[in-house]
């Protein structure tokens, strides 16, 4: 005991609290069968509570924005407290949210009630985050999203976009948010709605990777450009830095061009490609009109347009390409194999060059490996994905061996190796995409957790495991389980992120927003009744709408309170509608009365001692007569 409180000092033990601290040392009796504690298993368990322990009102360093895959959503969790937050509805109606229920999130959505969220990206500002944007790909249904972190709610979302099957390859952000980049998964004839029989796949069908472009002021996007590729498989990217800009790199598996049962027509070459995507050689090549136009969209042809994309033998079936901080090396892993190779930008220059090509697929050249790559690094079975410290340290996932592997970029040393528990795919470090990492944390996004938390049946819980790499070796500190299902994640300083808490009175420039009670009223033209609504401290005004059956209702109701949290919800029985509205907000709500009767409407938000008391009717009337409606038996 005396050990810990040298070891650590009183005042971070005090954080802790005495009733904490001896139930950590009381665990670690019964788990040890009655046996006292040994000094080094008291110290590890100490540390590592300490190491992640946030004190009730304190905050966390970091903000941890990880996907939630075919959820739909991305969750907010803190770092290194590894507590959720909150949820961000993107791709999928949320009920707690209201999201998907009004006519703005509604028209977002389009006809899509679901999505696969892959690969969330904080944009950048000279290769570092700077807090603006967060944009997630939607592997299912070819779409990318943007959420602004001012208010943590998503504002676009683009597609489904054309030419692309399966928006895999994304969502990855070059250093000044010029571009999201992303690639498609699956190949398919173009232009889409062509069918050709998948005995003519190696020639008839096609994958792009595209160029979605970012507005620098208001972060809209609209698709810039696309390259045409052969139909290869693409998985994973990222964008150049430093000496590296104005390049991207993206892996691919079935360079076979194989159908069928892929993991054995796939797998059948020792080696599959990254693609070094040159984006501002595509950007020039649209500006001087050569591209194509296919479905609305320019597309490049690598056989008409050179420079713009190279391949580069890769260890077979890649899953990640990840870009050095520096900007110099690109490192490739394929989870067949034991090794990872880091492949030097500057040979990779030098090599288009002198045209050190050792073949081509479709007009793109093939780079000769051997004049690109620095090293092949022996990582251990199943290497992944690669992130990056703050001293020039590589950290590699293992997927097979369920560990990850820290390694010397330059010397090409192994230098540690933690397990995990288990089957790790992505991993992000503090900051660890962009030009200055911040080192101290490590989140192991693991995808199977059987055997380390409370039983809940056949659905359980992916792990993400929080590792502190601020020494020589790393240090598992803390387990946290998530919802369906984590892929990537990103982890942010906080204190460069300044979200509001309300939406101030005098930005809301809905033409539709009342702000007092005189204003509210409920107009009729024809069969369309629109309301002004306001919520407030304890109602919703007004308390009663009187409609007839069939007509088409359109609520614009405004939350005028300017106090942080609270926030009101609209939810009318048996309609299926539930809005939720912030502070300073407005929303509209559009439905057709089609069902006569008496329909209550309240605040579904707890908001005030009288929360109970907010609400109001919906009176449908049947044939135009309120007295027609009888009582059922």
Partial sequence: MNAIIEKYGKTRLAWLGAGALFTLILSLTVVSCNKAPSAEELGGAAESAVASYVAPGDTDEYYLFYSGGHSGNVYVAGVPSMRHISTIPVFAPYPATGYGFDAESKKMLGDYTWGDVHHPAISETKGDYDGRWLFVNDNGNNRIARIDLRDFKTKQILGPVPNVSGFHGGSFVTPNTEYVLAASRFSVPLPKGTVAPIEEYATKYSGVVSGIKVDPASGEMSVGFQVLTPPFNWDLGDAGKGPSDGWAFWTSYNTERATGKLEVTSTQKDRDYIAAVNWKAAEKAVAEGKADTISGVKVIDPKKVEGVIYLIPCSKSPHGVDVSPDGKYFIGSGKLQSITTAYNVEKMLTAIQKKDFSGNEDGIPVLNYDSVKDAEV????????????????????????????????????????????????????????????????????????????????????????????????????????????????????????????????????????????KDTKVERNGNAVTVKMIAVRSTLEPTKIEVNQGDKVTIYITNIEQTTDELHGFGLGEYNINVVIDPGETKTIEFVADKPGIFPYYCTNFCSALHQEMQGYLLVKPGGSLAAVKAPK
């Fill in 378 to 517: 022996n990582v251990g079975l199943g290497p992944l994905h690669t992130q990056f410290d703050d001293q020039g340290y590589a950290y590699t996932s293992l997927f097979v061996e369920s560990a990850v592997a820290k390694w010397k970029l330059g010397t090409w040393e192994v230098a540690d190796k933690i397990p995990v528990s288990y089957n790790i795919g992505h991993l992000a470090t503090a900051e660890g995409d962009t030009v200055n990492p911040d080192g101290k944390y490590l989140i192991a996004l693991n995808k199977l957790s059987h055997g380390r938390h409370l039983n809940v049946g056949p659905s359980q819980p992916e792990s993400s495991q929080l590792i502190n790499i601020s020494g020589e070796k790393m240090k598992l500190v803390y387990d946290a389980f998530t919802e369906p299902e984590p892929h990537y994640a990103q982890i942010i300083k906080a204190d460069k992120l300044k979200p509001i808490e309300v939406y101030p009175k005098e930005e809301n420039k809905n033409p539709n927003a009342v702000w007092d009670v």
